[in-house]
Nanobody, 122 residues
Framework: QVQLEESGGGLVQPGGSLKLSCRAS????????MGWLRQVPGKEHKVVAA????????YYDDSVKGRFTISKDNAKNTVYLQMNSLKPEDTAVYYC???????????????WGQGTQVTVSS
């Protein structure tokens, strides 16, 4: 099992930026995929960005394309989510996820972080 520790959430004004970090530990990650999901009360969680640990293939939800960037530092076992031009509708709890493939992100059997709150408000 992979242990995931998130950091970097907080309160930011519309148009601002935040960078989330997720440090992984517990086992090797190949051929893992790492992703960021978000969830608002009353709705299902949604994958907003993901990256393959080896190779670097990425995925972005249409709602964040051009504003969010997912990246990784293999030496630090850390994945990042740079969020720019934030909007109030980006407000959510953001979860780091690790899974075998892109299609496994968000599943109960994936590895989950504890979540970090991102609030975009003036």
């Amino acid at each position: 099992q992979v242990q995931l520790e998130e950091s970097g959430g907080g309160l930011v004004q519309p148009g601002g930026s935040l960078k989330l970090s997720c440090r992984a530990s517990g086992r090797t990650f190949s051929p893992y995929v790492m992703g960021w999901l978000r969830q608002v009360p009353g709705k299902e969680h949604k994958v907003v960005a993901a990256i393959r640990w080896n190779g670097g293939n990425t995925y972005y939800d249409d709602s964040v394309k051009g504003r969010f960037t997912i990246s990784k530092d293999n030496a630090k076992n850390t994945v990042y989510l740079q969020m720019n031009s934030l909007k109030p509708e980006d407000t959510a709890v953001y979860y780091c996820n690790a899974a075998e493939g892109f299609e496994d992100l968000g599943a109960d059997y994936a590895s989950w972080g504890q979540g970090t709150q991102v609030t975009v408000s003036s």
